[in-house]
């Protein structure tokens, strides 16, 4: 791949046929500017992928930056906030600075903060995809900004990526309880869109028909509402004539509604969650685990790699998975 030349404001100013000072007083002070002349300069940044420079004490002597950003979700969530933490270790340790920005997991606030740090001049953007599109990214990418998707492969855009085993942990879940006698197992999730939960949802499905257990749609809950509360849709299953026995939760999050909406019944289904969370130990939780720190570092490393050779084939490292039973997943099923 061939790196092209980031353009520079004298390239806006001759693309708008205005002077460089016009361009930088754009940026700096808009309301100075003529307005027709202010839309020509940026529709001449726009063409040229010119970015104004707002981190330039980062810039080190060859021209590439000190700062990584990182997009992620909510921070709320201990998965995000963990691997976050795993990256800004293996930066730190390399002297790198890291900028996290949230979306809320929203598709318009993926492009939006994308667009902030990309203004910051950061070195490399790693990001966990939220839209269907990463293709915006391309253009940047040429320029020689290495990006990094983690959990999801970036789609539309060729990047690097960090994921899970996402399909061998549901696999073994689905499987270890069909070995403690359950048939009425239950997958839910949301969101279901996500590339994480589409990957789960096949290995479910797949051990379940290596067991002889057609017909799963009858036990699956696969919502895309973040409205919907976790545990108003697993009290729906659990009324329903021939409720499962058994109930696999797609996230963290959907496994604390979970054990919201068991926590008070004479005999509860078996639950296994995937992705660890504080306090399931003690709870017992039996979940499918992994690990979002290393899954971070690993991000980290490859980021690295790649600012310092951008070019070459694109790489997708896969992190396993393994069930740690502590109990609820163990439960027999009660006829």
Same mark, same amino acid.
């Given at each position: ?121 950061? &070195? #490399? !953007?790693?990001? +966990?995809?939220?839209?269907? $599109?990463?293709?915006? %990214?391309? =253009?940047?990418?040429?320029?020689? /900004? ?110 604390? &509604? #979970? !054990?919201?909406? +068991?926590?008070?019944?004479? $005999?509860?289904?078996? %639950?296994? =969650?995937?992705?660890?969370?504080? /306090? ?56």
């Amino acid at each position: 791949m061939t790196i092209q030349q980031r353009a520079t404001l004298d390239d806006v100013a001759r693309l708008a046929g205005v002077s460089a000072k016009t361009v930088s007083r754009v940026y700096s002070h808009r309301d100075q500017v003529a307005p027709d002349t202010a839309d020509r300069v940026l529709s001449a940044a726009k063409r040229l992928r010119f970015r104004p420079n707002t981190l330039a004490q980062n810039l080190r002597r060859g021209g590439g930056s000190s700062t990584v950003g990182f997009i992620m979700g909510e921070m709320l969530n201990p998965f995000y906030s963990t691997v976050a933490a795993g990256i800004e270790r293996e930066l730190s340790e390399h002297g790198f600075t890291l900028i996290v920005a949230t979306t809320d997991d929203s598709v318009e606030g993926e492009e939006r903060v994308a667009d902030t740090l990309l203004a910051q001049r950061v &070195g #490399a !953007l790693l990001l +966990i995809p939220v839209g269907e $599109d990463q293709s915006y %990214l391309e =253009g940047e990418r040429q320029l020689g /900004t290495p990006v990094i998707a983690i959990d999801r492969p970036a789609r539309n855009l060729v990047a690097d990526s960090v994921v899970l085993a996402n399909r061998q942990g549901a696999h073994a879940a689905t499987s270890a309880l069909v070995g403690h006698g359950h048939r009425r197992i239950a997958y839910v999730c949301n969101p279901a869109s996500a590339y994480t939960q589409s990957e789960r949802v096949a290995g479910y499905r797949a051990a379940l028909d290596e067991a002889g257990l057609s017909g799963s749609e009858r036990c699956e809950r696969l919502l895309d509402d973040p409205a919907t509360p976790p545990d108003e849709v697993v009290r729906e299953l659990l009324t329903r004539p021939e409720p499962p026995t058994a109930i696999i939760a797609g996230n963290n999050r959907m496994c604390i &509604g #979970a !054990l919201r909406a +068991i926590r008070d019944l004479d $005999d509860p289904p078996a %639950l296994i =969650g995937f992705d660890d969370f504080d /306090t399931a130990d003690i709870l017992g939780v039996t979940v499918v685990g992994h690990d979002p720190l290393e899954m971070g570092r690993q991000a980290a490393r490859l980021t690295i790699e790649r600012m310092q050779q951008p070019t070459g084939f694109t790489v997708q490292l896969e992190l396993p998975t393994h069930l740690v039973p502590r109990g609820s997943g163990e439960r027999p099923p009660v006829t």
